[in-house]
């Protein structure tokens, strides 16, 4: 088994359309690791460069200690699942599995043994002599992850392997591909744009955009401290609520002139500067006073069952907030949201960057 | 059905039945003269029920030929056989091989090679036939196999079916090969060609009966009457000018002609439907 290094990898289209700007990123032996953010990111067209479907434009790819820019895919010892399962569609469920070791030269009661373990492992030993279409969907993933399995790689690739399922399917074989890789132990990297999936299966998450790394870090990490507004906004759901504000002095910042206190504010801002505030729904109390209060205009409320989300406005910006079914009534029309002061996020509106303490 | 009022169904089956009967029966027609001798046919009385001469027709159309070209049909049928499936058999390979180089692979000059290729659709062997037979002459190909075959298997129209068809399948189809470690032929031998099983067939079909059908180029090429096709020996009978065309050995001819192409047809029909209710893409 082996990690992955990434050393700024550059990826230039013809035309000179940069893909993937220099990203650099170690993935540890072992590890689950999502590269996760919107549709052309980058993300696919990387894992794409580290399984050798696409040519590395510049930087260094390393499975464990080797570097693989110039191996071919079948050489670099990795297994890829893709979003559309990509089975041979004229081969049973067995040839499918038997196919990558047939053509690597392994004896035959060999590739029985694998197969025959690898459709154990997934439940799908009823189905070796059948062909792709006469499987659903589900089982057509087992399939495609069975593929990878029995060629004991160094590392899974996945390409969105979730998508094409609905969405209970999805959260069921979600937990099954986490199961699987901490039974089986072998390196992972998972592309997605789903950020429910990015939090639940990772070890090691990594949002990108616009072809570079916004953040790595553990879930909990990119959840509870977002280093960038994009990534503020993009992971959590709904998304954090983001209000204009500015700066009145140490650990005070003042939103359409209400008052609130932050624990996380980074020391020496000009007291008057622009400020961005970050509060996520699920972070603010609504009703109640507290030490600092937000009030908001509400103008819809949403039903989710167990919570419902309240649509409005606090200082003229768009808000949301969400709270257990029935703490509130429905024809609210106005809230005082309670401030924790450790759950304000500040963002520096030029850069984007977090302003928390150093 | 988009309606299904008995009045529609009823002109349906009429223009259904009016259409099988005029393509019917002159084939009809064809299959009873070959059942009757010669003086039956041409006094112009001719029965529309069988005779009682088939065996004697069949039997020496087969293995006699006519009185003045003496080429028993077997041996043009033969020669016949021999092109017709040399011509399926070389444009399928020749096809399928030139759309997955124009496909797959990257190379320079590939959009030029492949207009190159679209452009010979303009330019069927009736056009190109003087040069085409200057070259195959230079080559000492008269009077053979490979002179009948080579010149009619050059084909845009297979390499366009298959490249056509190539386009559709997804590309993480390849992907999935090259890490599952097939190479260029691996993945050509393993996914494509039984993917492309149904498509080979189709093209069977058409080029099966394109070849058997071919009047043109066997009659320049070919002197010896043992390189003959069955096509231009039934021209040979009927077309005499001193005796009387042996009408019931011509049209004995003709049927024998008919037979193969139907099987092929018949045959093949049955793996199309097949490929057709299986495979998924």
Known sequence: MAGVTLDTVRKIYAGNVEAVKGVSLGIEDGSFCVLVGPSGCGKSTLLRMIAGLETISGGEVKIGERVVNQVEPADRDIAMVFQNYALYPHMTVYDNMAYGLKNRGTPKDEIEKRVKEAARILAIESFLARKPRQLSGGQRQRVAMGRAIVRKPQVFLFDEPLSNLDAKLRVQMRVEIKRLQRALGVTSIYVTHDQVEAMTLSDKLVVMSGGQIEQVGSPADVYRRPETRFVATFIGSPPMNILSGTVEGPGRVSVGGQSIAVTDMREGLTPGSAIEVGLRPEDVQAGGAAASSLSMDVDFVEELGATQLFHGKVAGSEFVVQASTGQLPADTRKLMLAVDPANVHLFDPQTTKRLGRV | ?281
């Not at chain 2, 189709?202 to 043109?216: D, E, P």
């Open chain 2, 1 to 281: 059905m988009v309606e299904n009022r008995p009045f529609t169904q009823f002109m349906a089956y009429l223009t259904l039945a009016l259409g099988i009967v005029i393509v019917v029966f002159p084939v009809y027609l064809a299959i009873m003269a070959s059942t009757f001798d010669a003086a039956t046919i041409v006094n112009g009385n001719m029965p529309l029920t069988p005779g009682d001469q088939a065996g004697e027709n069949y039997s020496r159309a087969l293995f006699y030929g006519g009185k003045l070209a003496r080429e028993p049909v077997s041996m043009m049928m033969m020669n016949s056989m021999i092109m017709a499936l040399g011509i399926a058999f070389g444009k399928i390979l020749i096809s399928i091989l030139s759309a997955y180089a124009v496909v797959y692979f990257k190379f320079p000059f590939r959009k030029t090679a492949f207009w190159v290729i679209f452009i010979t659709l303009m330019l069927p062997v009736e056009v190109r036939i003087y040069p085409t037979y200057k070259i195959v002459a230079d080559l000492g190909l008269l009077d053979t196999y490979t002179g009948l075959i080579m010149p009619l298997i050059a084909s845009a129209t297979g390499t366009l079916l298959f490249r056509q068809f190539f386009m559709t399948i997804p590309d993480e189809l390849l992907e999935a090969s090259k890490i599952d470690g097939a190479g260029a032929f691996r993945f050509f031998k393993d996914t494509l060609l039984p993917l492309s099983m149904t498509t080979i067939a189709a093209l069977f079909v058409i080029q099966f009966i394109y070849g058997w059908n071919q009047y043109l180029w066997p009659l320049l090429i070919t002197t010896k009457s043992s390189m003959q096709t069955i096509v231009i020996g039934i021209k040979k009978m009927i077309t005499t000018t001193d005796a009387l065309t042996e009408w019931q050995i011509a049209m004995t001819t003709a049927v024998l002609a008919m037979l193969p192409p139907v099987l092929v047809v018949v045959f093949m029909q049955r793996l199309f439907v097949k490929g057709l209710v299986e495979t998924e893409k």
